[in-house]
């Protein structure tokens, strides 16, 4: 199988010109046509020689990939089906993931994925339930920005789909370092989040080395409850990724969030939003309510809007920032939770 160009830095790219025996300068224009032109074809860079990619593609591949299948949203939302060969201990397996494109005014995010299936086990998440099939390399992650319809017009982007992003860091980091580098996308890390059930020794890395903003998957403030969700609690509790997360400076434009999904009757009371309250108190962050959407074999349905609000409403009156966050593209099985990288839609 022969090395991808795409999720290489500028250095890398220069060095594989040289290897083919072109001049370093074919690898800048190599960067401006994989990352700025967002180029999926090798006849597109006319200003590189014929000979030159003739030299470039018998040794290289671009690593970019055309999606499978789309569905579009009544609301406007996209989702998108990415064939993908996944790196796993046994060998490599071949699967599929998904990314979501999220219209919002003149906002454009992608919800992007960085593993297909996930390992950490979350009882409400439907790609938690498929098991994992392996990480993406960063050609796969990228690819998900570039082999979308919308991709010129993308202004966001959140590391909240399929995976847990510091379960594979270094290919999110890679990733993350294309999209934010003058050689590579350009955009400011500010429009990037990444979101993480907590993995604090990776979290610790994420923390010290990017300035993108941090989602944390907390879903509830009592330890106890919050492992009967989520198996990582006891690995990682949540006072301890907060703890860490007390460490370092979110008063200025980089912002750390608290993802907490409504789920009726178990965590969504008033003394839950008061332990939620002691948990946070004194971080400058803020709370997004999320409403559960149902799966299968799970007891727990959604909270009612009015207990939503009133949760909400608490929070606030007690000095912790809380917003509910709009669902989007439940209807195409794109919302919080339930992606699947299932072939189940088509257009």
């Not at 004194?282 to 909270?303: A, M, Q, T, W």
Request: with cysteine.
């Amino acid at each position: 199988m022969k090395e991808k160009l795409l999720g290489k830095t500028l250095k890398e790219l220069e060095t594989a010109a040289v290897a083919c025996g072109l001049k370093p300068f074919v690898g800048r224009q190599l960067a401006d046509w994989l990352y700025s032109k967002r180029a999926r074809s090798w006849d597109r860079m006319v200003n590189i020689s014929k000979a030159a990619r003739e030299a470039l593609s018998g040794a290289f591949e671009l690593g970019t990939c055309e999606a499978t299948a789309s569905v579009t949203s009544s609301d406007g939302t996209r989702k998108y089906l990415f064939p993908v060969v996944c790196g796993r201990p046994s060998g490599p397996e071949a699967s599929s993931v998904e990314a979501v494109m999220i219209p919002d005014g003149e906002r454009r995010t992608l919800c992007v994925s960085s593993q297909a299936g996930c390992r950490m086990g979350c009882r409400f998440c439907m790609t938690g339930r498929q098991g994992f099939h392996g990480n993406l390399d960063a050609a796969d992650i990228l690819n998900q920005f570039i082999s979308i319809d919308e991709s010129a017009e993308l202004t966001n982007a959140v590391f909240m789909g399929m995976g847990e992003p510091l379960d594979n860091y270094d290919a999110v980091s890679r990733a993350i370092e294309v999209l934010t580098a003058g050689w590579g996308f350009g955009w400011s890390p500010k429009r990037i989040t990444l979101s993480t059930i907590g993995v604090i020794p990776v979290l610790r890395r994420f923390l010290d080395g990017q300035s993108c903003h941090l989602a944390v998957s907390l879903h509830d403030a009592f330890p106890e409850e919050r492992l009967e969700l989520m198996p990582v609690q006891k690995a990682y509790p949540a006072e301890e990724v907060i703890r860490l997360i007390r460490g370092y400076d979110f008063s200025g434009q980089r912002r750390v969030s608290f993802e907490y999904t409504m789920f009726a009757g178990f965590n969504d009371d008033k003394r839950h939003a008061d332990a939620l309250t002691r948990l946070l108190r004194g971080l400058e962050c803020r709370v997004n309510l999320i409403r559960f959407h149902k799966i299968p074999d799970f007891p727990y349905d959604c909270s009612a809007d009015g207990v939503m609000e009133a949760f909400r409403d608490r929070l606030n009156s007690n000095g912790i920032t809380c917003t509910i966050r709009t669902s989007r593209g439940q209807d195409i099985m794109a919302a919080c939770g339930m992606l699947a990288g299932r072939h189940s839609h088509r257009e």
